[in-house]
């Protein structure tokens, strides 16, 4: 099956139609398997022809399995029929591309969409801000311990007994 997409088991897609075919005739062909609720043959908009295909839609899912097992490989009017079951209208418009729904009919996930994306840009920004405090905390922090090795540096040279106890230490460290 393609893309994940349900299968609508009471309706059959019947592929293969010759030109002669007429949803009258479809209907005739299938109707030995049980009620039928619907015939369709899409129409070719520039030839106003079937497209060698149409659907058979059965009242019953038992008939549409007994009908799509008898008839697909069979000939009608010359011509070999594929019998699948068929796979829900694709919509085309909005989300899904052109043709028989509203501009509207996908607003509600559009708006949906809009709001979580300006969430995500304001913890963005808001993370960008937590990140650069931070840094400058940071750059902050390591400017006093400069300040700091330097004030302890300038207190050793001026302080006797501390220079005295710097030189011990680096004696002990060698």
């Given at each position: 099956?393609?893309?994940?997409?349900?299968?609508?088991?009471?309706?059959?897609?019947?592929?293969?139609?010759?030109?002669?075919?007429?949803?009258?005739?479809?209907?005739?062909?299938?109707?030995?398997?049980?009620?039928?609720?619907?015939?369709?043959?899409?129409?070719?908009q520039?030839?106003?022809?079937?497209?060698?295909?149409?659907?058979?839609?059965?009242?019953?899912?038992?008939?549409?399995?007994?009908?799509?097992?008898?008839?697909?490989?069979?000939e009608?009017?010359?011509?070999?029929?594929?019998?699948?079951y068929?796979?829900?209208?694709?919509?085309?418009g909005?989300?899904?591309?052109?043709a028989?729904?509203?501009?509207?009919?996908?607003?509600?996930?559009?708006?949906?969409?809009?709001?979580?994306?300006?969430?995500?840009q304001?913890?963005?920004?808001?993370?960008?801000?937590?990140?650069?405090?931070?840094?400058?905390?940071?750059?902050?922090?390591?400017?006093?311990?400069?300040?700091?090795?330097?004030?302890?540096?300038?207190?050793?040279?001026?302080?006797?007994?501390?220079?005295?106890?710097?030189?011990?230490?680096?004696?002990?460290?060698?």
């Amino acid at each position: 099956m393609a893309a994940q997409q349900q299968v609508q088991k009471n309706t059959l897609y019947v592929g293969g139609l010759a030109e002669e075919v007429n949803e009258a005739i479809l209907h005739a062909a299938f109707i030995p398997f049980g009620d039928i609720k619907d015939v369709k043959t899409p129409l070719d908009q520039a030839t106003q022809k079937h497209r060698s295909f149409g659907f058979v839609t059965f009242l019953e899912r038992e008939d549409a399995a007994a009908a799509m097992d008898n008839m697909d490989g069979a000939e009608l009017y010359g011509r070999v029929l594929t019998v699948n079951y068929a796979l829900p209208e694709k919509i085309k418009g909005g989300e899904q591309g052109w043709a028989a729904q509203p501009i509207w009919a996908d607003a509600d996930t559009w708006f949906e969409r809009q709001q979580q994306e300006e969430e995500m840009q304001r913890m963005q920004a808001e993370n960008k801000a937590a990140m650069q405090a931070a840094e400058e905390l940071h750059r902050k922090k390591m400017a006093e311990e400069r300040e700091g090795e330097k004030e302890d540096e300038a207190h050793v040279k001026d302080d006797p007994m501390a220079r005295a106890e710097a030189e011990v230490l680096k004696q002990n460290n060698s």
